[in-house]
């Protein structure tokens, strides 16, 4: 129930007079849930860049309860998370042509409505640089044929197109072909074992990107030859050297020598760890006795060698007495 006013005029006076009246309830209308998406503006990226999907100005009078970004066209790429307004991805390589993808955005509300929108982004190809790979570091010998590896280098778009080999360190060699992704060389004598080689490759794409690498080549340490001399014959009581000096090593040098006995009559040996020993050949009982021995030597990286010498030792020439008789005249 409500009351309505409204005014009399009564000789002249203006009365406010109020009436009671009846009013019928007014149901409240409900609007439609209306939706409508929008995907962003289309848009054009270079390659290798992060690319933004921006779904965020899509619209709901009523709330807005998903989003679902899907790929429509282009090479395929993977959407960081296609249920956020926004979202991200990596726009890929696609060649010199680049490519065009298409994206959609589908949102639904509460009500279950859903609307969708399109757009595109136009990757722009970038030259991308090539990847260089000079082989792996190695050791070697002075004197080996080697060959230098740089066909694992590769390019991800426009390919290769040329190598180039050089030395940047180290003595000095020839390379059959620098601009081979396979050249060989011979080996020089290095100085020590703590010198290198150390070879560059520049390799060059189609567009003219360039990137480098390098490979370094060691010398291996050569083994050390040991040499023991000549076998030898001697007399008992005579003094014997046991001569070790032609011994060698062609890098690091000979830093020890070791004389031991192997065989025979037991000696005791001067200098036995000199490049040059000695010993006095026994008494024998048996003619042509041996004595054997053993020369070990040892370079500056520890590396040894061994090698083997007789000594055949034999009777005095002189073992018996010499009686001078003399004749007198009567």
């Not at 690498?213 to 001697?234: E, K, L, S």
């Not at 500056?300 to 009777?315: C, E, I, L, T």
Request: hydrophobic residues 35%.
């Amino acid at each position: 129930m409500t009351f309505k006013a409204y005014y009399q005029q009564i000789f002249g006076i203006l009365i406010l007079s109020l009436a009671l009246v009846s009013a019928s309830p007014v149901e409240a209308k409900t609007a439609p849930c209306l939706i409508k998406a929008h995907a962003g503006e289309d848009q054009a990226v270079q390659s290798g860049n992060k690319v933004r999907l921006d779904g965020s100005r899509s619209r709901a009078n009523c709330t807005i309860k998903t989003y679902q970004w899907a790929q429509a066209a282009g090479p395929t790429v993977q959407i960081e998370d296609p249920t956020q307004a926004r979202t991200e991805f990596i726009a890929p390589n696609v060649g010199l042509n680049g490519a065009v993808l298409g994206f959609v955005l589908t949102v639904t509300d509460e009500k279950g409505n859903a609307d969708a929108a399109n757009t595109l982004v136009r990757i722009v190809w970038v030259n991308q640089p090539p990847v260089p790979e000079a082989g792996q570091d190695r050791q070697v010998m002075a004197g080996d044929q080697v060959t230098l590896d740089g066909s694992g280098s590769t390019d991800p778009d426009d390919g290769i197109a040329t190598y180039k080999w050089e030395i940047v360190s180290g003595p000095r060699t020839s390379l059959s072909d620098p601009a081979a992704s396979q050249p060989t060389f011979t080996v020089p004598r290095f100085a020590s074992l703590q010198d290198k080689l150390i070879f560059q490759l520049t390799v060059t794409d189609k567009n003219g990107l360039s990137a480098t690498d390098t490979v370094t080549i060691t010398p291996a340490n050569m083994r050390p030859v040991a040499d023991a001399g000549q076998d030898q014959t001697v007399k008992e009581k005579s003094k014997v050297v046991l001569n070790g000096s032609k011994s060698s090593d062609k890098d690091d040098g000979l830093v020890a020598y070791e004389w031991r006995q192997t065989g025979g009559p037991l000696v005791p040996i001067e200098n036995p760890f000199s490049p040059k020993a000695n010993f006095i050949a026994p008494l024998i009982e048996k003619e042509g006795t041996l004595l054997n021995f053993q020369l070990t030597v040892t370079d500056k990286a520890g590396y040894q060698a061994s090698d083997d010498v007789a000594v055949k030792v034999d009777h005095s020439l002189f073992t018996g007495y010499c009686f001078i008789s003399s004749l007198t005249e009567p």
